[in-house]
């Protein structure tokens, strides 16, 4: 009878651990539709999914770091520049458009430039100075904010440029249009990294290192790749914080990091494996910006609905940990 | 409300609640924690619940959209400190007699003449700051003895007091002593704070100090002996709450409200002021 609990035990705590965070956050969204009768309407998903796109955006950015470094949270890839290259890139924009009068395009330009320039020095602190990601990033990340903030001299900039009002209040076949460009590129990603070639090769590199060594791919290679390409969805996320803000403003990257990492890591608890994935961190960005509509209509505390935030965040990730632990 | 982080905030939110409660009234309240976008999020929020009028207290230029999207959902808006096109009425303290007064302290502090440093990271951003920050710079006009630093300095919108005593004390290495005689924080007073720890830590003292807003908190400094600290103008924030409450009552009552409803000051100079004020102001008592 012992022998059979324990050979149970494991299994059980891995079925537990896997529908815990689903059973919270379906729990957390059936209180709020009984709360809050105006929650569980199409206006209201579409509100959501709209506060949801820039967080969506720099998840897709970070989740390709993690399933290229793999989800070891301090040897592994992690990426925590990628919402204060966000900033960046918006204060450069908003700068340029503001007060130097440059074309939208020119602005554009200039603010993806930094971003990938400041992913570049991502990559090159951690494929070649040898630096672990978490360390890199974090400094990095102050450092993108603090320029950020000699930009702008740590000031808002109010913007009225068609681009970005057209980003913020367009729509296309129905759909508001941020929210159109934000699916195109959260499929592409997807495909890029789950169905194609490449993306197959790195997600070999980031579940074994050596193996994909020996396997022969250049894994420093797709380390930087990842890295670079999370510096492009910051810049492509610059728009979308211009377009949600009317302009650009400091002190935005702290939340923007909470809920990123959040919504990244959430998503690994939906799949199957609980691997960090594209969709997952799409899922995740919608889910957490459910939770912020969701606490703020039944009446939550701003400071509380933080805390609850962090509080998920330990529970998801000690539950996909705990997963993994019974797993193997 | 953009936040509830320190005085002003809490009393213009509390004074709005129970203003709303008192007549009958049901709040779904919602908190920025100091932070512009989620302020202006929390505006869909009351979309969602299908609220019938919106005080909103703050915010930038954000929550225009947000503004625009509940008038056209029929949901009237009323502002507290924020001007906008999309809302019924702005209840808001006199800012140009808080601008042109606090400019004459300030001049007046410095015997009309002197190096002044300011902390304005709002006048382009919030249309209050604005007029408070101009209208101190038009009065020093008229006092060509007068400079004001450059660049002026950009406080944080949260957290301000610990963030302006970092930057003075950055400021001070810059300016040794004898060469700056003021610091001006244009358009509200919590960075203030801040600026006199950094003036006590490093013995500065002799630098005076001016803002806007005078909560108890920043009356109780002025209100020490010898303090840096020697101006402020009063607000009542409470009153701005309640009466932003009440405008929207005689609003569904059917009367006419005008675009903005002005909310009296009250100028506090040196300790002795800041002692009547407090008291006047119903914070306690002050020796």
Known sequence: MSAILAIGRPQLKSAFASVVPLAIFLALLGYFGLRAPG?????????????????AVLGLGLSIVVIAGGDDVVAGGIDLSVPSIAVLSAAIIADQLANHGSAAV????????????????????VTRVGMTPLLATLATSTAYIGLSKVVTANRRIDLSDPLIVTLRDGSILGLPLGLAIATGLAVTAHFAVHRSRWGLRLQAVGGNRDAAEIAGLKVRRFLAQSF??????????????????????PGVAETLLMETVLATFLGAAFSPRRVVTVWGAVLGAILVSALSIGFGSVGVDVFWTGCIKGGLILIVVAASALARRSGT | MVGTQHFWDREAFNGAVDKVKELGGEV?????GRDNQVHADNHDIFLTNK???????????????????????????????????????NTTSDNYYIGTTIGRYLADSLGGKGKVAFFNAFEGSLRICG????LAKYVLKDYPGIEIVQPELAEAFANAPEDARKKTLDLLTQYPKGTLDAIHVACWDQPAIGVVQALEETGRTEIKVTAVDAGPDTLEIIAEKDSPFVANIAQQPRKIGSTSAENVAKYFAGQKLLPQTFVDVI?????????????????????
């Open chain 1, 106 to 125: 020119t602005a554009v330009a200039l603010g993806f430039a930094a971003a990938i320039a400041a992913g570049a020095a991502n990559a090159l602190l």
């Open chain 1, 39 to 55: 929650f569980l309407e199409p206006a209201t998903l579409i509100l959501i999914l709209k506060q949801a796109i820039p967080t």
């Open chain 2, 51 to 89: 609220v019938d009028a919106v005080i909103s207290i703050l915010g930038d230029a954000a929550v225009e959209p947000k503004f625009k999207a509940l008038q056209e959902k029929g949901i009237p808006v009323f502002t507290v400190d924020h001007l906008s096109p999309y809302a019924i009425n």
């Open chain 2, 131 to 134: 007029i408070r920050a101009q």
């Open chain 2, 28 to 32: 779904l309240p919602v908190d920025g």
């Open chain 1, 228 to 249: 670079l390409i999370a510096g492009a969805f910051g810049g492509a996320a610059s728009l979308f914080v211009l377009a949600r803000g009317s302009g650009s403003t």
């Open chain 2, 267 to 287: 100028p506090v100079k040196g300790a002795e002021e800041a002692k009547k004020v407090y008291a006047e102001l119903g914070y306690g008592k002050l020796n």
